[in-house]
């Protein structure tokens, strides 16, 4: 009978405007079988053609409130007065169909992930200086001056968590692109090479 394996969870995180979501459009190109994604929560109606457990898991305000108060959740947020949210759950049931989980996440988030019994490494995406990562994020044009601003703080309470010892397994420096990327594919193999050799 074949080895039963189950895929580790790797959490991704880094200041806004670090290169995350850059860095792992590549990767997720570069190997299409080997990452799963989470369906979140959410208390939004689903549009037409979204599947409840599929797109996401929909649920009402109050079975959102009951989540949150009972903890199921790493991490949880509101647009535009709906509700979404990661739940622990969500993030097993992609292992345990054999996939990798990559979880793009704040700090906050980071420190939920360590609370609870899921197999994680973690990698933080650096910006080369926090002056690099303001015109990054002037760059990219999303951001209203306000949202940059706040942004720009955020940042700053990361960097320090960042170098807490013991929080990270990896950091990537986001300097020059594609030094980063195979920093950070070389790592991320590295975990799913290492997590098959330790249940076989
Ligand atoms: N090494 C790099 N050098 C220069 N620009 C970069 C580099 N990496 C990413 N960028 C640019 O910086 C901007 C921010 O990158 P990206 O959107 O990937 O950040 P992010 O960390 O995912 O942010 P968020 O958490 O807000 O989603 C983008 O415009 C991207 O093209």
């Not at 409840?52 to 903890?71: K, S």
Request: hydrophobic share 35%; net charge negative; glycine share 8%.
């Amino acid at each position: 009978m074949a080895p039963v394996t189950t895929p580790p969870v790797i959490v991704i995180s880094g200041p806004s405007g670090a290169g995350k979501s850059t860095l792992l459009k590549r990767l997720f190109a570069n190997y299409p079988d080997s990452f799963g994604f989470s369906v979140s929560h959410t208390t939004r109606p689903p549009r037409a053609g979204e599947r409840d457990g599929i797109e996401y898991h929909f649920v009402t305000p109050d079975h959102f409130t009951q989540l949150i108060a009972d903890n199921k959740f790493i991490e949880h947020a509101t647009f535009a007065g709906k509700s979404y949210g990661t739940s622990i759950q969500a993030v097993k049931d992609v292992v345990n169909k054999g996939r990798a989980c990559i979880l793009d996440i704040e700090m906050e988030g980071v420190k939920q992930v360590k609370k609870t019994d899921l197999d994680a490494k973690f990698l933080f995406v650096a910006p080369p200086s926090v002056e690099e990562l303001e015109k990054r994020l002037r760059g990219r044009g999303t951001e209203s001056e306000d949202a940059v601003q706040k942004r720009l703080e955020q940042a700053v309470k990361e960097l320090e968590y960042s170098k807490v010892d013991g929080v990270h397994d990896r950091v990537v420096v986001n300097d020059d692109f594609e030094k980063a990327y195979k920093e950070l594919n070389e790592w991320i193999v590295g975990v799913l090479h290492e997590s098959a050799a330790e249940k076989n």
